[in-house]
């Protein structure tokens, strides 16, 4: 993913991921009603879309995350 891109509708991601496509740290803690990574970047968001990237919190994943290119899951 290239910094700067919004998520892609109806993928999942997980909140690391998010933080390497730009600007999603605002948008990541009011979805995720933390501002801390520690908490958000184990957390898997729901890619709504629209033309400002908008996320839904989906769960949190309690071993991390997995990414892929096809969307992020919990292990």
């Known amino acids: 993913m290239i910094n700067g891109d ?3 509708d109806g993928l999942y991601y997980c ?3 998010l933080i ?8 990541i803690a009011k979805a ?3 501002d801390d990574p520690s908490v ?3 957390m898997i968001f729901y890619c709504v879309g629209g033309p400002d990237g908008t996320i839904l919190e989906e769960s949190t994943c309690p071993n991390g995350c997995i990414q ?3 969307g992020d899951t919990c292990p």
């Open 15 to 17: 909140g690391s991921t």
């Open 32 to 34: 995720g009603r933390s």
């Open 68 to 70: 892929d290119a096809d």
């Open 20 to 27: 390497t496509m730009g600007d999603y740290a605002a948008r």
């Open 40 to 42: 958000t970047n184990s």
């Open 6 to 8: 919004n998520c892609r």
